[in-house]
C-alpha cells in the first residue's frame, strides 16, 4: 500500500479521542459579557505593547508601548513618523491586542500631545513607558480613548463581540 493510501493522524492513533483539527473547531461556552469587559480590562492593565492602526495619507500600522490610566491608552513615539503625520489628518484609530484566539479591537480618536500639551497626569502614566516625551526631543504622547471595543476567543462570541459602544461598557 502506497503512503499516501492510508494516514494515521498522530494525535488520535489508538486513543480514540478528537484530533487536533477536531479541537481547533471546537466551540467552548461563551462567557458573559460582564465577563469579557473584565477580561478586557485586566489585559489592559497588564499589556505593555499594542497594534496601532492609522488612516490619514496612507494606512499604516505599527506596533507601541503603551500604559493604560484605566480610562485611556497612553503611547509615545517619534514626531515625524507617519502614525503622526495620519493623525494630524484622520484622528480615527484602531487598536488590536491579544492574539488571534483572544482577540481585542478598539476603535477610537488619538489625541497627538506635544511635550507643552502634556499635564502632570500625562506625565505620571509616560514615566512607566521606555520612550517619555518629556525626556526626549522629537518625541509625542498619544492619548487613545476607545469608544467602541470588541473582544473574543473563538466563533462562539463572535456574534455577542461588542463589549463597548458609543464610550459606554456593555452587560
Known sequence: MAATE???D???????????????????????TAQ???DV??????????WIATGGQRVHLIPLACAWDGRRLVMATNSNNRT????YIQPRT??????????????????VLTPADITDEDSAILAALPLDPTRASGRVCLSFVPDRILTWRDRGEIAD??????????G
Open 94 to 111: 484602531r487598536i488590536a491586542l491579544g492574539t488571534p484566539k483572544d482577540v481585542v479591537l478598539m476603535d477610537g480618536d488619538t489625541e
Open 41 to 50: 480590562l485586566a489585559m489592559l492593565e497588564g499589556e505593555e505593547h499594542v
Open 84 to 87: 503622526v503625520r495620519n493623525l
Open 10 to 32: 498522530a494525535n488520535t492513533a489508538g486513543s480514540g479521542g478528537p484530533s487536533r483539527r477536531d479541537a481547533a473547531f471546537a466551540v467552548a461556552p461563551a462567557r458573559s
Open 6 to 8: 492510508h494516514t494515521v
Open 161 to 170: 463581540r461588542l463589549v463597548m459602544d458609543c464610550g459606554k461598557w456593555l
Open 36 to 38: 469579557r469587559r473584565a
